[in-house]
């Protein structure tokens, strides 16, 4: 299975999605930072995605 670095960064209201150091996408809710990683990634809910926040709003997704 690869591994891929995922950060999200809330910036001016919205979720900047970062994979691999790359901006994909903005979403405006925290629970679409997961959904929208995996779509990117073509992932299915059963592998392993860990993402790390950057930034003010500190969320823990484990």
Known sequence: MATYEVKAVRERGAWQVFIDGIMV??????????????EFLAMDRTDDLRIRVVGRNQYVDD
């Open 25 to 38: 996408t903005e979403v405006t809710r925290w629970a679409s930072v997961g959904f929208v990683s995996r």
